[in-house]
């Protein structure tokens, strides 16, 4: 279970399980597991049979709870036709083309148990590393497997580690950023919650592979499951001989603490996080010297992500050329995406590198799931930016051509949005956002920002002037171009790629003043058309009661009283309403 899972009931599920075996009405017994990433279908019961067949319930709600108890927990019966299997095409479209390393855990075993760590081949990684290589071998193994850090920027892994190990220094220190601050993106959370024996071995080998000794994990305090569990298997590890001194029995010896982050996206910043474990204001400093020449407290220090370091051991285990056979020419490997929005399948992926566009939002997640179109997909988080849905089948998952785009590959988050979605108001969402996030070293990230918030929140308050879009081409490349760390660099790319790709959209609420999605208040409203069946469900909807009509009649929409909120259009199941 993982906070996703509880908050849409798994709890509640395990409670009832656990109630039924406490009575004896069932004879099983029972564990937790992780996330599988299937949010769209939450709860999800995993039973495994005396003879180690498993069987996966998804969507369990409390009716089938019973069944499922009765029929499958105490008679042997599964229940056929909620197994999800390979028998069924949409489990096979949501499972056929994710290729599972980071979430090959997540969902299988017990996330509080190293022993199910351990069966799952767990820590066979870390024990070949220091038996076996060096710290230069495995800067080299990872190098040669091709992984780029899935923090954002890209960089190779194997060459971070490698500048950090050459730096002659008897303290260094290494960092694990779980500090995920971009709207939209769960992925880091989910994998600390589900598996996160893999962060500590991935960060144990970093260790290892850079010569330091000390290190942190800088988890958002927002977190709480994640952080509860990463101490429950930091206790354990240091129990079993995984972490502490003398590991595995060797010379080498490695401790490792939590930092408790306050949830400021610009802490997520290498040098801003630093600062913050030292006790300082999260602010970013110039880079050189780079983290690995002069970090923490002074000292050479290697800061990776939690993706990045969850797939080591994987690497280790499996061989660098096993890791590098999948993916793209420059990108190597899987990606993991949380895909959330206007998707029908919306949860975690993990996906090879390559793959395009069409075939992970249309396929693996299943398009909208609404009568409405995709418009867009948002990658990247505020630094990202949006790609329009005829570029989907054209684009595929590889840093450099997403970077083409516009957008960027970043940490993974891809909101999917659909024509009710006004890019201009999908700009302004996301430049509030870094606005309200900027730590204000900068004047252009602090203040041109917000010079560019005010005009795209005029634009969808119908108050867009003629030379709006002038103005905020030349303050992004100004924001960009004079901000220290990437949060101003990038801060702008939402309103670019969005003036790239939808610059129509901006001249109709300038000029127009019309919003053709029917988003911003001011320049749009609803009409009811000839296709209205008279259901009478958006009369009922209609928070000011401003819909009129007879049951299996044509309704009509007061203007006078309409707010132009556009419930009614978002509870039409004929497409009936229009926005005017
Ligand atoms: C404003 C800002 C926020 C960032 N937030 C994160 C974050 O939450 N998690 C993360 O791993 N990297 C984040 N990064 C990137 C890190 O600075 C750094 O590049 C990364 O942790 C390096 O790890 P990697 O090489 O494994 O990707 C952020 C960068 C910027 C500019
Ligand atoms: S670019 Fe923005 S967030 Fe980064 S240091 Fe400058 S003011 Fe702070
Ligand atoms: S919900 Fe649609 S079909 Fe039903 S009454 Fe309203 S407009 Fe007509």
């Known amino acids: ?107 299988k075993i017990n996330p509080e148990s190293l022993n199910a760590y351990l069966v799952a081949g767990g820590y066979q990684a870390l024990e070949k590393v220091l038996k076996t290589m060096s710290p230069a071998d495995v800067c080299e193994t990872v190098i040669a497997s091709g992984l780029r850090g899935r923090g954002g920027a890209g960089f190779p892994t194997g060459l971070k580690w490698k500048f950090a190990l050459k730096e002659l220094n008897e303290k260094k220190y290494v960092i694990c950023n779980a500090d995920e601050g971009d709207p939209g993106a769960f992925m880091d959370r989910t994998t600390l919650e589900s598996d996160p024996f893999a962060v500590l071995e991935g960060i144990t080998i970093q260790a290892f592979a850079t010569g330091a000794n000390e290190g942190y994990i800088y988890c958002r305090a927002e977190y709480p499951l994640a952080i509860r569990r990463l101490k429950m298997a930091i206790a354990d590890a240091g129990a079993r001989g995984y972490l502490g001194k003398n590991i595995l029995s060797t010379d080498f010896s490695f401790e490792l603490h939590i930092q408790e982050g306050a949830g400021a996206f610009v802490c997520g910043e290498e040098t801003a996080l630093m600062a913050s474990i030292e006790g300082q204001r999260g602010m970013p400093r110039l880079r050189p010297p780079f983290p690995a020449q002069s970090g923490l407290f002074g000292k050479p220090t290697t800061i990776n992500n939690v993706e990045t370091l969850a797939g080591v051991p994987w690497i280790i285990r499996n061989g660098a050329e096993a890791y590098s056979a999948i993916g793209t020419e420059k990108s190597k490997g899987t990606k993991v995406f949380a895909l959330a929005g206007k998707i029908k399948r919306s949860g975690l992926i993990e996906v090879p590198m390559g793959i395009s566009l069409a075939e992970i939002i249309e396929e693996i997640g299943g398009g909208t799931g609404t009568k409405r179109p995709v418009k867009a997909v948002q990658m990247g988080g505020p630094s990202g930016g949006c790609i329009p849905a005829e570029l989907f089948a054209s684009t595929h998952i590889d840093y450099d051509e997403l970077m083409r785009t516009g957008a960027i590959m970043g940490s993974g988050g891809m909101i999917v949005l659909d024509d009710t979605t006004c890019m201009v108001d999908v700009a302004r969402y996301f430049l509030d956002f870094t606005q309200h996030e900027s730590c204000g070293k900068c004047t252009f990230c602090r203040i041109g920002t917000k010079r560019m918030l005010e005009i795209l929140t005029r634009i969808c308050d119908g108050d867009g002037r003629p030379e709006d879009i002038a103005e905020l081409e030349e303050l992004s490349v100004k924001v960009k171009d004079t901000s220290l760390c990437g949060l101003g660099q990038t801060a702008p790319n939402p309103v670019q790629t969005t003036l790239r790709y939808f610059r129509h959209e901006y001249e109709e609420h300038i000029h127009d003043k019309k919003c053709r999605a029917g988003k911003c208040k001011n320049l749009c409203g609803f009409e009811i058309t000839d296709q209205c069946t008279g259901c009478t469900v958006c009369a009922k909807q209609c928070p000011v009661n401003a819909i009129a009509g007879a049951p299996k009649k044509q309704h009509v929409i007061n203007q006078e009283l309409c707010i132009h909120c556009g419930v009614c259009r978002d509870v039409c199941n004929f497409e009936a309403v229009k926005v005017i």
């Open 1 to 107: 279970m993982s906070s996703c899972n509880i908050a849409a009931g798994s709890q509640n599920v395990y409670n009832r399980l656990h109630a039924a075996a406490a009575a004896g009405t069932v004879d099983a017994e029972l564990s937790i597991m992780g996330c599988l990433g299937f949010c769209h279908a939450e709860p999800q019961i995993r039973v495994t049979d005396a003879a180690g067949k498993q069987f996966l319930y998804m969507a369990v709600n409390p009716a089938k709870l019973n069944k499922i108890i009765a029929d499958h927990l105490r008679n042997g019966t599964p229940v056929a036709q909620w197994i999800a299997d390979d028998s069924r095409p949409d489990f096979v479209q949501l499972t056929g083309k994710q290729h599972r390393i980071i979430l090959g855990n997540c969902g």
